[in-house]
């Protein structure tokens, strides 16, 4: 079975810092793979998504950046975090095919 | 015009009732859509699908689709205290992604 690993679960940072979040994918090959973000009481915001290897589309402008330095692999990274980073990061994962999305446990932001 | 609405809620329903949850979408070339439940603090869970008009059950859950009305639904009979959470509609437009509504939290009352 595909099992999807997110880390880590909370994370307490300065403005100004720089990020990186992981998201592996077991079980699967070649997967879609997607970040979203979800203010307080919002909904979801897809930032990132991948379709292969080195293979990145941005959805918004913004202060993130996202890697896919293997197949089942998906980093979002920050050079400087801004307040308005804070918030629920998910990455997701779907058949190659499809876009039935998993998500991962999620990461918890605060830039303080 | 959001491509996927819902009602935020809170939807307020007394356990044992029957919770409905409404979903508006805007691109009528959609073909899939899903229905997601966020506990609070917790990434969403898959918990219906549904591709074809009608309706579809799962257990106590039921999802409705009306493609002509753009509109997607789910039922929920003999609500539990522990379905209380967000539920999150989304839409599978063609696109690379699914495009999700705001989320309608319910509240089962004990």
């Known amino acids: 079975s595909q099992t999807i690993h997110q880390w880590p679960a909370t994370l307490v940072q300065p403005v100004g810092s720089p990020l990186s979040l992981e998201c592996t994918v077991e079980?699967?090959?070649?997967?879609?793979l997607y970040w979203y973000r979800q203010a307080a009481g919002r909904g979801l915001q897809l930032l990132f998504y991948s379709v292969g290897i080195g293979q990145i589309s941005s959805e918004v402008p913004q202060n993130l950046s996202a890697s896919r330095p293997q197949d089942r692999q998906f980093i979002l990274s920050s050079k400087k975090l801004l307040l308005s980073d804070s918030g629920f990061y998910l990455c997701?994962?779907?058949?190659?095919?499809?876009?039935?999305?998993?998500f991962g446990s999620g990461t918890r932001l605060t830039v303080v | 015009q959001k491509e996927v609405e819902q009602n935020s809620g809170p939807l307020s329903v007394p356990e044992g009732a029957i919770a409905s949850l409404n979903c508006t979408y805007s691109?009528?070339?959609?073909?899939?859509f899903f229905w997601y439940r966020q506990y609070s603090g917790k990434s969403p869970e898959l918990i219906m699908s549904?591709?074809?008009?009608g309706d579809k059950e799962d257990g106590r859950f039921t999802a409705q689709l009306n493609k002509a009305s753009q509109y997607v639904s789910l039922l929920i009979r003999d609500s539990q205290p522990s379905d209380s959470a967000t539920y999150l509609c989304a839409v599978d437009t063609g696109r690379r992604a699914l495009t999700f509504g705001s989320g309608t939290r319910l509240q089962v009352q004990p």
């Open positions: 549904i591709y074809s008009n």
């Open positions: 079980g699967t090959s070649n997967p879609n």
């Open positions: 997701a994962w779907a058949r190659g095919e499809g876009n039935l999305n998993t």
């Open positions: 691109d009528r070339g959609s073909q899939s």
